[in-house]
């Protein structure tokens, strides 16, 4: 009789397995693997102010203007989405030289202006485009320089390319067009 | 000896289930480690349109979320269908924003601040109107970190 309680004195751990596929259920069924990833942005300081008045050579200024019928003007030239990135590569590291292009990648500045009726969808499309015109750049500054990819050097590194090329975008305060009454 | 001698029947022994807990319970602690219950309603319609220059949002306790969209059909009645923004499980105006980034200031600690970013939640649909306003009330809060939330495309040619 005392060998057969001393048996069963032990927890029963049978049902843990039933247990614990019961919480992982209500784990797996409640979980939202949350893919937080977008657009890093850089606001500048408010102040209030009116900004001073920069002289600034109009060679170095790529001037996006983005319309409430969401159309594209550069530099007082309509253009495709899909050619932004390529041109304001171009325009930064004027490969050729030319005269109504940045002096330097550093002298670069980029201006965007929108609209107030402008879809957002658009807006971030071009913001998009125009920092991926600067990763472009950043990486194939890493390659001819280091002989590798951006993401494989020390951080001093990476920082040195990138004040290499800065990136400079420049919002200007939307014009009340096509507000969405 | 023959104490550990055992018992030899002629079933085979079916395979020991001793080692089943111990696998479910690794699998629910990933998968409590990965829950992060969404704590807030949305009350907006929220589509974040596609961007291929991702930056990941590391650290979830530095990040205060406003979404900005139409209402959802359960709201529709009572708020229209005009693009409303909403701050944790309400929804507000610019004005108060100044207060939502301060009371999400005190859950951070002192030397953690200046990482705090905010991430905007907006739907596709939306016109920079109003975008442009929660970006200026921002500026004014000092709140200069901002990330567009957006799903992932590869870049273009």
Redesign the interface.
Known sequence: MAKKNRMSNEINAGSMADIAFLLLIFFLVTTTIAEDKGVLVKLPPWSDEPPPEMKLNTRNVYSVLVNAQNQLLVRGVPMNIEELKNNTKIFISNPNKQEDMSESPTKAIISIKNDRGTKYKTYLEVYNELKAAYNELWEEAAMAKHGKNLDELTNDQQKEIRNGIPLVISEAEPTKFGEEK | MSKFKKKQGNTTPGIS?AS??DI??M??FF??V?????DTELMVKVN??Q???????EQ?TL?NFVFIGRPTDKYKMTRGT??QIQLGDKFSTTDDIPIFLAKHKTSVGESQREKI?T??K???????????DV??A???A?Q?????????RE??K
């Not at chain 2, 200069?144 to 992932?152: D, E, F, P, Q, W």
């Open positions: 289930t089943l807990p479910v319970f699998l629910l998968f409590m990965v829950t992060k219950m969404r974040t349109p961007a291929s220059e991702l930056t990941k949002l979830k990040v005009k693009p970013i991430s905007l907006i739907d596709n649909d939306v016109t920079m109107g109003i975008v442009g970006k200026t921002l500026r004014k000092g200069l970190k901002l990330n567009y939330s957006a799903k992932k870049r273009t």
